[in-house]
């Protein structure tokens, strides 16, 4: 697996042009293998720069989101772990910006920074990896909401499973429901005190999965369950 880790953390975004087009491929594949039904297209904006913060239940839950907004996404990926091969070429149909998590490299926040700059479409998942509730986020969307100052469009993706392998050779196209909240921004200075600036940061990432909990029904809230600021 180490090659394909190699390839992944090598990756480069394909141009605009070309994921635009390939968007195109998405969108069929996701009608023909999928029943997906998009709920709040209308608070989708019509230009970037904009972040998306998504829950992520599923490794083809960028296939989704990028099913929903029908633009070119730039996400940011995970590189710090056994990739399967399906994950690399599904990939190339939205594009992804590798990131090792463990260590957090500075050209991958300038990459992130840029392509927001640049008026693009930024996908996060808070959570990092993938798990059948909501869990706690990490900081990079917080950070990056901040630094760029755009915009964070919550979104929940429902209804993929492990099992989907098994229902397509089956013939059984899965029922996915894909949910778009309302766009909001974070504004906020953060403290000097290096204590108090990091549990600003938790607090508003967790700000941040509430609007995505708001998305979901109450069973998959995990680490937010009961939270009445939801």
């Known amino acids: 697996m180490s090659s394909v880790r190699t390839k992944l953390d090598s990756y480069k975004l394909l141009p605009k042009w070309v994921r635009y087009l390939s968007s195109y491929l998405n969108l ?73 998590r463990q260590k957090l490299a500075p050209s991958t926040i300038k990459k992130a920074v840029q392509t ?32 760029s100052r755009c915009k964070i469009l919550p979104m929940s993706v429902l209804g993929l499973d492990e099992d989907i392998w098994n229902k397509w050779f089956k013939g059984i196209r899965p029922q996915v429901t894909v949910k778009v909240g309302k766009p909001f921004s974070i504004s906020c200075e953060l403290p000097s005190d290096r204590i108090k600036r990091e549990k600003k940061l938790y607090d508003i990432g967790d700000d941040i999965m509430r609007h995505i909990a708001a998305l979901l029904p109450p069973e998959f809230h995990g680490e937010y369950m009961n939270d009445k600021k939801i």
């Open 28 to 100: 069929l594949l996701c009608t023909v293998l999928l029943k997906s039904k998009v709920y709040g297209r209308k608070h989708i904006p019509k230009n970037g720069p904009y972040i998306i913060a998504i829950n992520h239940f599923h490794i083809f839950d960028p296939a989704l989101v990028a099913y929903a907004i029908r633009k070119p996404i730039s996400f940011l990926a995970a590189s710090d772990q056994n990739i399967e091969w399906q994950v690399i070429v599904a990939g190339k149909l939205y594009g992804f910006i590798p990131t090792n």
């Open 116 to 147: 927001l700059q640049d008026g693009e479409i930024l996908g996060i998942f808070p959570e990092a990896t993938t798990g059948p509730t909501l869990r706690k986020p990490k900081k990079g969307v917080t950070y990056l909401s901040l630094k």
